[in-house]
């Protein structure tokens, strides 16, 4: 918060972002991550503990260059996501003048979160949907490890076609491709 006097102005914080100093904590001997996922969407989790996970697995690998290869990627996924911009805060010692901004961080978002597949049977899965999906539309399945394949939708089959309106509780049956798993998350890349 800052004031002149005679307004006051609340400062938006940005997203903390560790990941360009990931090996400097792994170092110190920071053994567990915590990640801001309370009141964010499953997409939001998946991705942000997707990007991290490969991070720490090239650092225990031992593969420190590999990592600094892929970090441009890896921020690149993080940008993905809903998010307020990302800054590092009080990780580095003091807190970036970029960190705070009294017009507020704008919320910055590439994909759509589309829905959970929640089965998977000969080619097909069934999709609860969390926001709208029309016939045509390309999707990116997201897994644990990372970003999967992309497709187009087509085969889309339910009470709802042929707009799916994308409300928690609909849900439909849509062609796959083979590497789809239930659980995976579907976004619009």
């Known amino acids: 918060m800052e004031t002149d006097g005679t307004q006051t102005w609340f ?4 997203d903390l972002c560790a990941l360009p100093i990931l090996d400097r904590m792994v170092a110190t001997g ?3 991550l915590k990640i801001e996922g ?3 969407s499953p997409l939001y989790v998946a991705t942000v503990t997707a990007a991290y996970r490969r991070a720490l697995d090239l650092l225990a690998q031992g593969h420190r260059q590999d990592l600094e290869a892929a970090l441009p990627a890896l921020l690149a996924e993080l940008n993905s996501t809903n ?3 990302f800054s590092t ?3 580095e010692g003091s807190v970036p003048d970029h960190t705070y901004t009294p017009e507020g961080s704008a919320l910055a978002s590439r ?3 589309v829905g959970i597949l929640e ?3 000969q080619g097909q899965g069934l999709v609860r949907l969390k926001n709208p999906l029309t016939p045509g539309q390309e999707l990116e399945l997201l897994r644990p490890q990372g970003p999967g394949p992309r497709f187009q939708v087509e085969g889309l089959r339910g009470e709802i076609w042929p707009k799916a309106r994308g409300l928690s509780e609909e849900r439909v049956w849509l062609n796959l491709p083979p590497e789809a798993q239930a659980g995976d998350l579907l976004r619009i890349p």
């Open 89 to 91: 805060h009080f990780l």
């Open 111 to 113: 994909n759509s979160f």
């Open 83 to 85: 998010h307020r911009g």
């Open 11 to 14: 400062f938006d914080s940005k």
């Open 30 to 32: 920071v053994r567990s």
């Open 119 to 121: 089965e998977v049977s």
């Open 38 to 40: 309370r009141t964010r």
